[in-house]
């Protein structure tokens, strides 16, 4: 049995959000409150400092297909954010069952 908490059956997809946003205190652990509110965990995540700006780039290799356009229109309203690109892959069938 899986450790997940909620029950998926369906496509899961390998996504890249590459967002742009102000550098500013706070703004890294505002990025990854919709990954965790649905129980996610990036895979990497990588950010990037020039001048005032930050470009945050976070990837997962199997995400649940149906939350993708949840997650970054949530990660579209954060404070701070300018903009947010998505690379999206169909990867296969996930099957998650509760405890």
Known sequence: MSSKPWTRVGLHAS???TILADAEPGVLPRLLQPFAKRDLT???MESVRNGDRLR????LD???AEVVHLV?????QVVGVHDVTRR???TGMV?????
């Open 56 to 59: 945050v780039t976070l990837s």
């Open 42 to 44: 990036p895979d990497a």
């Open 15 to 17: 996504v890249r959000f």
């Open 95 to 99: 099957v998650r069952r509760a405890a």
């Open 62 to 64: 199997a995400m649940p």
């Open 88 to 90: 999206q892959e169909i």
């Open 72 to 76: 970054e229109g949530n990660l579209r």
